[in-house]
């Protein structure tokens, strides 16, 4: 990699403005990052915590979100728990997907990005002892030795007493069910330095060369790990990197307006990523704001690292499509109003939310609309005030329509 690196270098500088040696280095960089997969697991206690501090308590489950569709979980997680002894022994259960399968318009909607660990009957009752979850290297062989396999265990997640929640950063080909054997398994951060410094070179020379410019964006977010949602930079390199990436984006958006908006949308990825680093370091309790980013779409990679999360305001936004927010499966409250929707598709699976609030959107209040919420059954409280509606009081034909005892504020 690092030869063809020195010929694209020999080609940009020869001619800037040519596209062929730029394209071929975003492929370079491509191969400089081994993939990964973030998972993000939750306990589900049966009570709240706190309520029964020190004795046994009913685990319900464990929630596994993951960035990115992952096949065959069962056959390459295990669950363990420590016991009163000390040794760590496997948890029996069982895994499904705990998200829901209605698309919008009938389609089957990807269910692999969720996933649900049960404990087997009778082992459900556990004092807050730590939990493991560990990512096999490879499949079990034929034969192997407890100790040959106990040293395949690379990848592992503790969810220790008093916490219930934690991240684990897994590479790809650990996971997917696709061929990855042609991809690095190790990253290459000099490379990408490197052609950092190439564009930074170039673009002393060449200010505004839209080429450079683009593909030292991409290096940026690489070294980010914006596209994947997984945080590859310390806190305060991360910081310096963000400010880069904004004065840039800045800067594209005035010398390239025919993709001003993909710079904007870019920009509101970073933000919503810099607003989720934030609200991670605040209680699990603690609502999250997220209003005012410019939103047009959700990025299901960063929404993850929120699965503990109660209340989600997402208003002020311009969003069109929910795609993604099912993955938030403990929220409880979500205020979506001031956006620019015209479905409710993608709330499906959110089977412990109580109160929606879409006011001023582009819905149109009429059976289709409340018969895709049906399913929330603790669902409680939903506000459609300044919608598409007719002036008459309708609330009961709503209750109807969604099947369910339910307040319609504005309708009643």
Request: charged share 30%; with cysteine; hydrophobic share 35%.
């Given at each position: 990699?690092?030869?063809?690196?020195?010929?694209v270098?020999?080609?940009?500088?020869?001619?800037?403005?040519?596209?062929?040696?730029?394209?071929?280095?975003?492929?370079?960089?491509?191969?400089?990052?081994?993939?990964?997969?973030?998972?993000?697991?939750?306990?589900?206690?049966?009570?709240?915590?706190?309520?029964t501090?020190?004795?046994?308590?009913?685990?319900?489950?464990?929630?596994?979100?993951?960035?990115?569709?992952?096949t065959?979980?069962?056959?390459?997680?295990?669950?363990?728990?420590?016991?009163?002894?000390?040794?760590?022994?496997?948890?029996?259960?069982?895994?499904?997907?705990?998200?829901?399968?209605?698309?919008?318009?009938?389609?089957?909607?990807?269910?692999?990005?969720?996933?649900?660990?049960?404990?087997?009957?009778?082992?459900?009752?556990?004092?807050?002892?730590?939990?493991?979850?560990?990512?096999?290297?490879?499949e079990?062989?034929?034969?192997?030795t407890?100790?040959?396999?106990?040293?395949?265990?690379?990848?592992?997640?503790?969810?220790?007493?008093?916490?219930?929640?934690?991240?684990?950063?897994?590479?790809?080909?650990?996971?997917?069910?696709?061929?990855?054997?042609?991809?690095?398994?190790?990253?290459?951060?000099?490379?990408?330095?490197?052609?950092?410094?190439?564009?930074?070179?170039?673009?002393?020379?060449?200010?505004?060369?839209?080429?450079?410019m683009l593909?030292?964006?991409n290096?940026?977010?690489?070294?980010?790990?914006?596209?994947?949602?997984?945080?590859?930079?310390?806190?305060?390199?991360?910081?310096?990197?963000?400010?880069?990436?904004?004065?840039?984006?800045?800067?594209?958006?005035?010398?390239?307006?025919?993709?001003?908006?993909?710079?904007?949308?870019?920009?509101?990825?970073?933000?919503?990523?810099?607003?989720?680093?934030?609200?991670?370091?605040?209680?699990?309790?603690?609502?999250?704001?997220?209003?005012?980013?410019?939103?047009?779409?959700?990025h299901?990679?960063?929404?993850?690292?929120?699965?503990?999360?109660?209340?989600?305001?997402?208003?002020?936004?311009?969003?069109?499509?929910?795609?993604g927010?099912?993955?938030?499966v403990?929220?409880?409250?979500?205020?979506?109003?001031h956006?620019?929707?015209?479905s409710?598709?993608?709330?499906?699976?959110?089977?412990?939310?109580?109160?929606?609030?879409?006011?001023?959107?582009?819905?149109?209040?009429?059976?289709?609309?409340?018969?895709?919420?049906?399913?929330?059954?603790q669902?409680?409280?939903?506000?459609?005030?300044?919608?598409?509606?007719?002036?008459?009081?309708?609330?009961?034909?709503?209750?109807?329509?969604?099947?369910?005892?339910?307040?319609?504020?504005?309708?009643?």
């Amino acid at each position: 990699l690092r030869s063809e690196l020195q010929l694209v270098q020999d080609a940009v500088f020869t001619d800037p403005a040519d596209q062929s040696p730029w394209i071929y280095l975003r492929w370079i960089l491509s191969q400089a990052r081994s993939p990964r997969i973030l998972l993000v697991a939750r306990i589900e206690w049966e009570e709240e915590e706190g309520e029964t501090a020190g004795a046994g308590r009913s685990m319900k489950g464990i929630v596994v979100l993951c960035s990115q569709s992952v096949t065959g979980l069962e056959q390459r997680v295990k669950v363990e728990v420590e016991e009163e002894d000390g040794k760590v022994a496997l948890l029996p259960g069982s895994w499904k997907s705990c998200l829901s399968s209605q698309g919008v318009g009938g389609k089957v909607a990807d269910c692999s990005q969720g996933w649900r660990f049960s404990p087997a009957a009778g082992r459900a009752s556990l004092t807050r002892k730590t939990l493991k979850l560990s990512v096999l290297e490879e499949e079990k062989e034929e034969g192997g030795t407890e100790e040959q396999e106990q040293e395949k265990l690379r990848h592992r997640l503790l969810l220790q007493e008093g916490s219930s929640v934690g991240e684990l950063q897994v590479p790809s080909l650990l996971l997917s069910s696709r061929s990855s054997s042609h991809r690095r398994q190790t990253d290459d951060a000099e490379l990408l330095t490197t052609a950092r410094s190439m564009c930074d070179d170039l673009l002393d020379l060449e200010p505004d060369c839209k080429w450079a410019m683009l593909t030292k964006l991409n290096i940026l977010s690489m070294q980010l790990g914006l596209d994947e949602g997984i945080p590859r930079k310390a806190s305060e390199e991360r910081s310096k990197l963000v400010q880069e990436l904004e004065e840039l984006i800045k800067e594209l958006q005035e010398l390239d307006g025919m993709r001003r908006s993909y710079y904007e949308q870019l920009r509101s990825q970073l933000n919503l990523s810099c607003r989720v680093e934030e609200a991670l370091q605040q209680p699990l309790q603690e609502p999250v704001a997220l209003p005012s980013l410019a939103l047009v779409r959700l990025h299901p990679p960063s929404l993850i690292r929120l699965t503990a999360i109660r209340s989600l305001d997402l208003s002020h936004n311009l969003l069109v499509t929910l795609e993604g927010l099912n993955l938030l499966v403990g929220l409880k409250t979500l205020l979506l109003d001031h956006n620019q929707l015209s479905s409710l598709w993608g709330l499906q699976g959110l089977q412990e939310l109580e109160e929606l609030s879409v006011k001023r959107n582009k819905l149109r209040v009429d059976p289709s609309l409340l018969r895709s919420l049906q399913g929330l059954k603790q669902l409680r409280r939903v506000d459609l005030q300044e919608n598409m509606a007719s002036k008459e009081k309708m609330a009961e034909k709503m209750r109807s329509w969604l099947g369910q005892a339910c307040e319609f504020p504005g309708f009643e």
